[in-house]
């Protein structure tokens, strides 16, 4: 008669946890209705920058290159051409120097260039971005102010209203009236609750309660809120939204190497017994062991496992046989999926996510590949595919909000870009054509402010000329450009140097026949 040989099966492991119990509340839970909610939660977008390697960087590579080389006026016309009246002129200069102290004192804490780039990042991570528009008693812009997206939710449009618009009709100013229906925006911050409304609604709207109406206070009227946004629907949705699991993956396996270097001395294995059993005492040695790996003190120990044989009675003479236990431990390292794995999948995530910003990785300091052609290259692509349009963008939103309520007609705002000229190379293309006489000095006087970072007076028409045409006529008449000075130089007491000199050309001439 045979026994029935069972197997038993237990699984030991470490008692320590390293998934996270953070949770992310939403702050207007319970108050969605008349506000509208978003397709995602705000503050976990907003702060999950820091808990990626990548993310935060092709942020950074948008704020620098679209906002951070800075804001200045700029003339919408040539004010030193021939056809501009000096009336004209004179008010566009006007014009020039309000715009410049306007963008100095748009905010009294920081530069226009860091409130912006606060937006920008917002816009990039959350894809919603907030400007606070401050007017003062005279209903003109005066300031702008960051508004925190994670805070910020926009409510359901509100019934038509009339708003007037200037347009040009025929190259004549014509005030036109359109029917809009607007938004209103409201922040919670420690259960305080503050309405703002839409940029250019001109109904006056309590901060308090959200509702229009005649005589408010003027310390309850709302200010305005202006909304970057990427996408069409009511709210924004950031670029890289699509590469949202893949950011996970890299963060839950960077999460597993840190665990695998914390406790770095634990090899994946399996302990057979043979022909025994493990006693309680071992069972709860090995355990202890288990909950004990984490820590550098804990780096170096042995284990000592005990099995008791089994007991075996012998069918012919009835006498008990102990059976040696066998005990085998088989390393499972094999199975589990290499390190090298986690970095290619790593590597993969950071293409994602900067695919999703369309940035090469010169733009976030992964510039091992690159040589000078290929760099220059990149960049151009860049500038020309991304940096240039969202730079245009924003300078057409910042002139649509400010230029026509300050009464501007000759200037406007320009964003700076980097700069991509090289004098060299410059210097190489013009060479040709400064040896043919096509280039005068003037010409090449704003080469030459970028190179030496100075600002250098035109000279005037008279020097203003090729300087082959000087050659040409220093060669034929060498007293000319003399006597052409002196011509010019008034007073009467130049005459009898010019006599003089007259003296002296008639005798050249009369020897040199």
């Known amino acids: 008669m045979s026994e029935e040989q069972t197997v038993r099966a237990r699984v030991i492991k470490a008692s320590v946890s390293p998934t996270t119990n953070q949770i992310?509340?939403?702050?207007?839970y319970g108050l969605y209705g008349d506000i509208v909610e978003p397709p995602y939660n705000l503050k976990e977008l907003k702060l999950i920058g820091e808990y990626s390697s990548i993310l935060q960087q092709c942020v950074d590579a948008y704020k620098t290159n679209i906002i951070e080389f800075g804001i200045e006026p700029d003339y919408k016309l040539d004010i030193n051409s021939e056809d501009i009246k000096e009336n004209v002129k004179e008010q566009a200069e006007t014009e020039w120097t309000r715009l410049d102290e306007f963008i100095r004192y748009l905010?009294?804490?920081?530069?226009?260039?860091?409130?912006?780039?606060?937006?920008?990042?917002?816009?990039?991570k959350t894809g919603n971005g907030y400007l606070e528009i401050i007017r003062d008693g005279l209903n003109v812009p005066v300031g702008i102010e960051y508004a925190d997206s994670q805070y910020m939710r926009i409510c359901k449009r509100t019934e038509e209203t009339d708003v007037n618009y200037k347009i040009l009709e025929n190259g004549a100013e014509k005030t036109v009236s359109r029917?809009?229906?607007?938004?209103?925006?409201?922040?919670?911050i420690d259960d305080k609750k503050v309405y703002f409304k839409e940029y250019g609604d001109p109904r006056i709207m309590n901060k308090e309660t959200g509702e229009f109406g005649e005589g408010i206070s003027e310390d309850l009227q709302a200010n305005e809120i202006f909304h970057f946004k990427i996408g069409s629907e009511t709210y924004g949705k950031p670029r890289w939204i699509g590469n949202l699991i893949s950011l996970y993956g890299a963060r839950k396996a960077?999460?597993?190497?840190?665990?695998?270097?914390?406790?770095?001395?634990?090899?994946?294995a399996a302990i057979t017994v043979s022909?025994?059993?493990?006693?309680?005492?071992?069972?709860?040695?090995?355990?202890e062991y288990m909950n004990d790996l984490q820590g550098t003190d804990n780096a170096h120990k042995f284990l000592l496992l005990e099995a008791m044989g089994t007991t075996e009675e012998s069918v012919t003479f009835g006498e008990e046989k102990i059976m040696p236990a066998k005990v085998e431990i088989k390393s499972l390292a094999e199975v589990l999926q290499q390190d090298?794995?986690?970095?290619?999948?790593?590597?993969?995530?950071?293409?994602?996510?900067?695919s999703s910003f369309r940035l090469p990785p010169l733009y976030t300091g992964e510039a091992q590949e690159f040589s000078r052609a290929t760099a220059d290259t990149a960049r151009k692509v860049t500038e020309e595919q991304v940096f240039q349009p969202e730079r245009k963008a924003l300078a057409r939103v910042l002139n649509t909000l400010f230029l026509e309520p300050l009464g501007f007609s000759y200037v406007k705002l320009a964003i700076r870009g980097a700069d991509f000229h090289d004098p060299v190379e410059i210097s190489k293309v013009l060479t040709p054509f400064i040896q043919a006489g096509s280039v005068a000095p003037n010409d090449l006087r704003p080469l030459l402010e970028n190179v030496l970072g100075v600002k250098l007076d035109p000279f005037s028409d008279e020097y203003n000329v090729p300087i082959q045409v000087i050659t040409r006529e220093v060669a034929n008449d060498p007293l000319s450009s003399i006597l052409n000075i002196e011509k010019s130089k008034e007073g009467s007491e130049q005459s009898d140097l010019i006599n003089l000199l007259k003296d002296m050309r008639d005798l050249l001439e009369d020897i040199k026949q």
Not at 107 to 124: C, F, Q, R, V
Not at 179 to 188: A, D, H, I, S, T
Not at 275 to 287: H, P, T, V
Request: charged fraction near 35%; proline fraction near 3%.
């Open 254 to 268: 960077e999460e597993l190497n840190l665990m695998y270097f914390s406790n770095g001395r634990h090899i994946p």
């Open 107 to 124: 905010n009294m804490d920081e530069s226009p260039e860091k409130i912006l780039g606060y937006a920008i990042d917002d816009k990039e």
């Open 179 to 188: 029917k809009k229906r607007f938004r209103k925006y409201v922040q919670l």
């Open 275 to 287: 022909n025994g059993k493990l006693d309680d005492a071992s069972y709860e040695a090995l355990q």
């Open 340 to 354: 090298a794995l986690f970095l290619e999948y790593d590597n993969n995530t950071r293409q994602k996510i900067r």
């Open 24 to 28: 992310y509340k939403d702050d207007f």
